[in-house]
T-cell receptor
Framework: IAGITQAPTSQILAAGRRMTLRCTQDMRHNAMYWYRQDLGLGLRLIHYSNTAGTTGKGEVPDGYSVSRANTDDFPLTLASAVPSQTSVYFC???????????FGEGSRLTVL | GQNIDQPTEMTATEGAIVQINCTYQTSGFNGLFWYQQHAGEAPTFLSYNVLDGLEEKGRFSSFLSRSKGYSYLLLKELQMKDSASYLCAAMDSNYQLIWGAGTKLIIKP
């Protein structure tokens, strides 16, 4: 069982380019999340989805978009990358309220 | 505003006991989580407290006082593999997790 898989694991990107980070889970969890983690800061929620077909904005949604066409996949898109989006991005899934989260291994993105 | 405070870094000795504190301020409260994150890896779930008191799970225990907005993670019989960051997160009234910046725990032989 893979759990939750992210791709790519690492990417260097020129500013202004479009980038999609992929996330797939095989646990049939309803809720999925995208976080960014920066040194000295806690995990910050970018977007979330409580169930397939619905999405919501988190704490830092600007410059990012998501879609949830089915239960398993939750891609994160940077329409026009900027250097401040250099970060480690974690996708997570869970059963919703009061449930533990399962995290992917992370995608390290550098925008130059 | 919503806020989580935990120490940035702690050092302890192999075989000893360490307590990592966390204070939180959230709009509503639906539980307190602790996660472990080894360098370069994903966070993994350690514990969840929603009622006051101590929850014990092997070498790790977690305590919650809702009236004080306070939790701690207690690690006993420290091993070198316990060197990691420990993340405290509180769930608010909208069931969103508010995360602390993490406590880096360094274990010395």
């Amino acid at each position: 069982i893979a759990g939750i898989t992210q791709a790519p694991t690492s990417q260097i990107l020129a500013a202004g380019r479009r980038m999609t980070l992929r996330c797939t889970q095989d646990m049939r969890h309803n809720a999925m999340y995208w976080y960014r983690q920066d040194l000295g800061l806690g995990l910050r929620l970018i977007h979330y989805s409580n169930t397939a077909g619905t999405t919501g904005k988190g704490e830092v949604p600007d410059g990012y978009s998501v879609s949830r066409a089915n239960t398993d996949d939750f891609p994160l898109t940077l329409a026009s990358a900027v250097p401040s989006q250099t970060s480690v991005y974690f996708c997570a899934s869970g059963q919703g309220a009061n449930g533990e989260l399962f995290f992917g291994e992370g995608s390290r993105l550098t925008v130059l | 505003g919503q806020n989580i405070d935990q120490p940035t870094e702690m050092t302890a000795t192999e075989g000893a006991i360490v307590q990592i504190n966390c204070t939180y301020q959230t709009s509503g409260f639906n539980g307190l989580f602790w996660y472990q994150q080894h360098a370069g890896e994903a966070p993994t779930f350690l514990s969840y407290n929603v009622l006051d008191g101590l929850e014990e799970k092997g070498r790790f225990s977690s305590f919650l006082s809702r009236s004080k907005g306070y939790s701690y993670l207690l690690l006993k019989e420290l091993q070198m593999k316990d060197s990691a960051s420990y993340l405290c997160a509180a769930m608010d009234s909208n069931y969103q997790l508010i995360w602390g910046a993490g406590t880096k725990l360094i274990i010395k032989p």
